[in-house]
Antibody, heavy 113, light 107 residues
């Protein structure tokens, strides 16, 4: 069945770069798009960007200058990198497939010194 | 960017009630509207897709409708397991945008 799992550091220092991995199973990254969504504690959902099945990417303009999404299809992994982190980037980060049909469990990232 | 104005932000209700949550799109999104349910500590769960279609495994007391640029999620005969936060999402254009959420709670 379709599964997604996010992984990455729980704590990142301000101004540093966040690197997250979404490892998927039950489908091919060449058949479905994967999106990243984040949720600050106690707040709503924000769409960050997506890796399309053909390798094309699209980013939220509010994050575009700091955000990069890539993938390794052989490992069934999608990567998120975001630089210049600030405290307001503290959030749960989710990856989700297709049109948000399936979601990972999320990974909590805290930006703090 | 397309704005999704969701209301109400909080909705106290009693078990057995019929409740409706609404999202208004600032531009035409066709039927590219989804509804999600999120419980504390859990990932969002898809409830409605294509504005009116029930996702797999979702109880039939949930329904979605559209009137112009207003999209609604209705829950008939509220049950305790329905207490959660509900979000709408438009995926007609990038960036995809979520509504701010509606917290459904027991009165």
């Amino acid at each position: 069945q379709v599964q997604l799992k996010e992984s990455g550091p729980g704590l990142v220092q301000p101004s540093q770069t966040l690197s997250l991995t979404c490892t998927v199973s039950g489908f091919s990254l060449m058949d479905y798009s994967v999106h990243w969504v984040r949720q600050p504690p106690g707040k709503g959902l924000e769409w960050m960007g997506r890796m399309k099945y053909d390798g094309d990417t699209y980013y939220n303009s509010a994050l575009k200058s700091r955000l990069s999404i890539s993938r390794d299809t052989s490992k069934s992994q999608v990567f998120l990198k975001m630089n210049s982190l600030q405290t307001e980037d503290t959030a749960i980060y989710y990856c989700t497939v297709a049109t948000f049909d399936y979601w990972g469990q999320g990974v909590m990232v805290t930006v703090s010194s | 960017d397309i704005q999704m104005t969701q209301s109400p932000s909080s909705l106290p209700a009693s078990l057995g009630d019929r409740v409706t949550i609404t999202c208004r799109a600032s531009q035409d999104i066709g039927n590219y509207l989804r509804w999600f349910q999120q419980k504390p500590g859990k990932s969002p769960r898809l409830m409605i897709y294509g504005a009116t279609n029930l996702a797999n495994g979702v109880p039939s007391r949930f329904s979605g409708s559209r009137s112009g640029s207003d999209y609604s999620l209705t829950i008939n005969s509220l049950e305790s397991e329905d207490m959660a936060i509900y979000y709408c999402l438009q995926h007609n254009e990038y960036p995809h945008t979520f509504g701010a959420g509606t917290k459904l709670e027991l009165k």
